[in-house]
């Protein structure tokens, strides 16, 4: 560990604005430092199978402005068992990589975790992902990018709502986390913020359907994707009986979330964090997440990382109560 000449850096999982970004920021951070630094493809199945190519300065020239990430990314099932494992570290030990930085989300930060604690090679986590439900750091790179497109696609939705007089329910991604929808919820005015977060969301809708009877105006239901009532079209289709006099139409927003240029903030928290991994390095660190607190960066062991759950700002909910129709506060314990 204390000589560090060869350090690695890959993208695994689901692709988030600002990952190059943070890929020309390890590697140009690296190269200053003196290291030499390699692009590992495809995340950990190009580690697996050794698409593993060097990187310079000018490899990663015009690529900060870029949605997704130049050295692709993927989800491999062979990491997952022990001779996929092996197998890439026998791949990093031929390239004389001595360490690791993962941009990516918690299922690669667990995966890079349980290959640190069986071989010798440091891990660095960068948090990259547009849930933002990483815990350890107030926002993961891509988030403040996905955040407003849904707020551009949703204006773009509420003009034909109002056009029309229908209430539309919108979903966006987040699996089983709500930052997404309560952030950009409250950006666009949603008259109604569903999220995991929270109980009896359907009642929620129903009793804001029940209100809006007498008000007859168009509305937007925003709906994350993992709440407990199902999927968006499916709670529509429980709705949509009970209040036969509404127009109700459902728009999924889908993987136009993850595309995109990333927002200025995204650039500038990915290379914050993308020369923050290569300090790391330098210091002696392993098995640890940079993240980003109160607009300092710190450092997160990466089993705290994965095993704690990241709770929604209580005061989020709270102006969402006061701000919004119908938004209860009852959390999930």
Known sequence: MANIK????????????????????????????????????????????????????????????????????????????????????????????DAVVIIGGDGSFTGANIMANE???????????????????DYTIGFDTAVNTVVDAIDKIRDTASSHNRIFFVEVMGREAGFVAIHSGIACGAEVIMIPEEKNQIEKARRFLSERARKNRSSIILVAEGIEEGSTMEVAEILKPEFPQFDMRVSILGHIQRGGSPSAKDRIIASRMGAAAVEALIDQQKSIMIGLINDEIVHVPLNKTIKMDKAIDPDLINLTEEISTYVSSELKL
Do not use: C, H, W
């Open 119 to 137: 071989y010798d090679v440091s891990f660095i986590g960068i948090p990259g992902t547009i849930d933002n439900d990483l815990y350890g750091t």
């Open 6 to 97: 060869r350090i690695g850096v890959l993208t695994s999982g689901g692709d988030a604005p600002g990952m190059n970004a943070a890929i020309r920021a390890v590697t140009r951070a690296g190269i200053n430092s003196g290291m030499e630094v390699f692009g590992i493809m495809r995340g950990y199945q190009g580690m697996i199978e050794g698409d593993i190519v060097p990187m310079s300065s000018e490899t990663v020239s015009g690529i900060i402005q870029k949605g997704g990430t130049f050295l692709l990314t993927a989800r491999s099932q062979e990491f997952r068992e022990p001779e996929g494992r092996k197998t890439a570290y026998e791949q990093l030990k031929r390239f004389q990589i």
